[in-house]
């Protein structure tokens, strides 16, 4: 029995040993601070900093890099004016691409990435790189600083007059809120002006429609009814440069309606013997709204489902356009082929800032 007291008592004796020595009421006493700043390890410098030859080759490094910036922005500007913007170069592997625009991204690229590396190295390899612990200290100013800065301002503001001179400061407001009106000059080089380019369209009095499939001129009898054609004015050329920007405004389609089926006695004057030229173009996006449902009449956009009652001057039964679709009005001329009277009387396809 006594040897087994003997035993508890050794085991309490020995964890006496792991305990703090302090003890106050029982409870282990904490120690001064439990989160000391262990402060900054010793310097360690660096091969630039103990041997001259390093650090000039370092030097010579940077220069080298901004050198190179440098080349490659004068063969940016250089690409910018020799490199034509229509030419068309084969590059591996990104295959055929813009030569203009390969060069510019690759030129300004090259000399901002070497402005950056140029700088970097620098810091990295020339500059005092020892590290210094500063204190933090209250963001706010202390009353005295305030009311100091206050009366300073206010002793400025005296000193100069602005308060009295009132012609002086005017102008002076005036041509600090001029100056930067200057950059707005600048953009006028972005791109040419639309002017009224996207009221107008390639139709006009006397344009033949030709069929967009055959390339040939519509007669009456080539639509018949129930069918929706595509079309577009004569003189685009499917090869010209233009081609793409102007069909984007003028393409247009035809259906034929029993004449007692058009509800609107303007649609109806505006066709032929049932005939009725709208623009395809849908007045949400610009899609081709050419989805026709002869039975109903309506031609739909497939893109977001905008509906047109082509019966009903091609008013929106459903969908988010905003307004009818164009119609043009047509005629047939000596020869017995259909043409335009005129162009659109309002823009084609969606609104715009400019639309009026």
Not at 137 to 158: D, I, N, R, S
Not at 162 to 188: C, D, F, H, S
Not at 205 to 233: C, F, H, K, W, Y
């Amino acid at each position: 029995m006594s040897s087994r007291t003997d035993q508890t008592e050794s085991r309490n004796d020995s964890s006496d040993d792991h305990l703090p020595d302090q003890r106050e009421g029982g409870a282990v006493a904490e120690a001064d601070d439990p989160f000391a700043d262990p402060g900054l390890p010793p310097h360690e410098p660096r091969r630039q900093d103990i041997d001259e030859r390093a650090a000039r080759r370092s030097e010579r490094t940077v220069a080298f890099l901004f050198t190179l910036s440098m080349l490659a922005t004068v063969g940016f500007i250089a690409s910018y004016v020799a490199i034509p913007i229509d030419e068309i170069v084969f590059i591996w592997p990104f295959g055929h691409v813009s030569g203009l625009n390969f060069a510019l991204g690759l030129t300004l690229g090259l000399a901002l990435f070497c402005v950056g590396a140029g700088a970097i190295h620098w810091a990295r390899t020339l500059m005092s790189d020892e590290e210094v612990a500063e204190e933090r200290h209250a963001v706010e100013a202390t009353p005295e600083v305030k009311a100091h800065v206050l009366e300073e301002f206010a002793k400025g503001a005296a000193e100069s007059q602005i308060g009295r001179r009132k012609l002086a400061r005017n102008t002076m407001l005036g041509a600090l809120g001029l100056v930067p009106l200057a950059g707005v000059v600048l953009l006028r080089d972005l791109g040419p002006l639309p002017e009224d380019k996207l009221h107008r369209t390639a139709w006009k009095e006397g344009s033949l429609i030709i069929n967009e499939a055959t390339l040939q001129p519509l007669r009456p009898e080539d639509i018949t009814v129930g069918s929706l054609t595509q079309a577009m004015p004569e003189g685009l050329d499917p090869h010209a440069e233009n081609f793409h920007a102007e069909i984007a405004k003028a393409a247009v389609m035809l259906v034929r309606l029993e004449p007692e089926d058009i509800k609107d006695p303007r649609s109806a004057e505006w066709g032929h013997e049932g005939i009725l030229c709208y623009s395809k173009i849908c007045t949400h996006i610009g899609c081709p709204a050419t989805l026709y449902e002869q039975q109903s009449h309506h031609a739909l956009c497939p893109c977001h489902q905008s509906t047109f009652d082509l019966a009903d001057g091609a008013r929106v039964l459903f969908g988010p356009a905003g307004h009818p679709l164009p119609q043009l009005r047509i005629t047939v001329n000596d020869e017995g082929f259909l043409q335009a009277l005129g162009d659109f009387e309002e823009p084609p396809g969606p609104s715009f800032w400019e639309r009026g």
